[in-house]
């Protein structure tokens, strides 16, 4: 049997003896960028299907954005957080690099943050009334965006259109970096797409079952939901909407299974290299807690959770929420720790 | 224009790490860290085994997907020559240069740009061999212009048979090794 065995006298910090330049930072920070994306687009949506006093829509068109904005800044905080040099940070926007994904991603965070803004503002006045009261501009721009139809088409149209660039980026990223076989597949931007729809209606569930009353709550957990909902004098947000988003869950979460099963076969059946770097999930170090966190409990569980609460065979809780929700957390750290594993001299030696 | 590149005499480099000593000396690497490295490789089924040592550094692709993924254009072709460089005050330390880099040729700094193998460029615009190759005891690494058919580099190339590293990521690599 030929062998080949290298010995490099290499020992640069974070490159040997595997690369592991990209930590939870990275992981968190496409976590979040998907997770917005998909506040986005199904608040897009939501936007421009909404009708006057149909106040189920609150939740994904206006209590999504302002989670958006403030998921948004976490993940921009923890991009930073990664930076080696963290002083020149500002050099990203004096520029434009057409053939890098981070160029664009840079440019894309820039125009979610108006365009979530605007969407929340449509209907902000509406679902919470108290800060209208004390903000009173704020009734201004809501009736300056409602009033003008073309507007709320736009402001939904931008919403969709900015969410799936980012959505689709966040895979980019990754799936440009050729050198690192794992990443290498242009269907990771839809898979980052699909799984970031999936935690967006995910959260939006969750939010539901949080703020709705629910006599099982622990006492404590109650009282802090109903200060808040006092101090901040919000309407209850109508719960009609739980099933339509559990049931948009399910389609998300079916077609990012779907996605998952082609990128594992496309690689399986491509080069040396590649074969080598799915084997990280088929059989290696990874295995385990990609079949176990991501399949088993961040897909397959929730899925048969909300096919039942869909057939009213149980109640709606916030465990399929929170499964969906650890489950794209689990995606992006095992792709972004097992990729940096996947190498092209790594595959060659063995 | 050049466009220079290293043939590496695989025959002659004894892995004595000269050219790794001279670097960090001529450029200041800082402890710990390096731009360039000995690779031992053995190949073959007993007991008819080859060994190959190569000194090793960024290969100054042709098409180097470092400088395409670099996003604010720190990572880049220098003009003459086409040496790949990196301007360490646009440098905003994302890493996504490293990860981009099939050969793991570049690191982070302690200073928190990336750094990496500038093939002595300040010694080549004086006339002078990159620091590895003018000390190298084997003289078995040779530096030039690949578009000059006079060059050493280029002569070595036509008259050797060669190999470069990992070819099939398509980054067409500047460096040979003659075998």
Known sequence: MPLTELTISRHNPLVDPSLHIWEWQIAVYLFLGGLVAGLMIIAGVRLIAIRPNQREALVCCTIGPIAGLVFLSLGMFTLFLDLAHKMHVWRLYTTFQITSPMSWGSWILLLVYPALTANALAHLPEAIPALARRFPVTLAWSDFILRREWLVVAIGLANMIVGIALGIYTGILLGTLGARPLWNSALLGPLFLFSGLSTAAATLHGILMITTPDKERPAFADFLLSSLARLVEAHPLDTRVGPVLAGADNSFLTIEAAILCLFLIGHATSTEVHRQAASLLLGGPYTAVFWIFVIGTGIVVPLILQTLELTRRIRHTLAPAVLVILGGLALRFILVYAGQQSHWFEALNR | ?179
């Not at chain 2, 480099?13 to 690497?29: R, Y």
């Not at chain 2, 800082?30 to 190959?52: N, S």
């Not at chain 2, 500047?174 to 075998?179: A, D, V």
């Open chain 2, 1 to 179: 224009m050049p466009r220079y590149a290293m043939a590496i005499d695989t025959r002659k480099c004894v892995g004595c790490n000269d050219c790794v000593a001279a670097c960090k000396t001529e450029n200041n690497i800082p402890l710990g860290y390096t731009r360039d490295w000995i690779t031992e490789e053995v190949h073959g089924a007993f007991p008819t085994l080859q060994l190959e040592i190569r000194s090793e550094r960024c290969n100054h692709c042709d098409d180097p997907p470092c400088v395409s993924c670099c996003p604010t254009g720190a990572s880049h072709i220098h003009d003459r020559g086409g040496v790949v460089l990196v301007d360490h005050d646009k440098c905003i330390g994302c890493k996504a240069c490293i990860a981009a880099c099939p050969y793991n040729a570049r690191y982070v700094h302690p200073d928190g740009y990336v750094d990496k193998c500038t093939f002595c460029i300040h010694r080549v615009e004086e006339g002078l061999d990159p620091a590895c190759v003018a000390v190298c005891p084997t003289h078995c690494m040779h530096f030039g212009d690949l578009d000059d058919p006079e060059s050493d580099v280029s002569r070595l190339l036509a008259s050797r048979p060669f190999h470069a590293l990992i070819p099939e990521a398509g980054t067409k690599p500047c460096i040979f090794y003659l075998t």
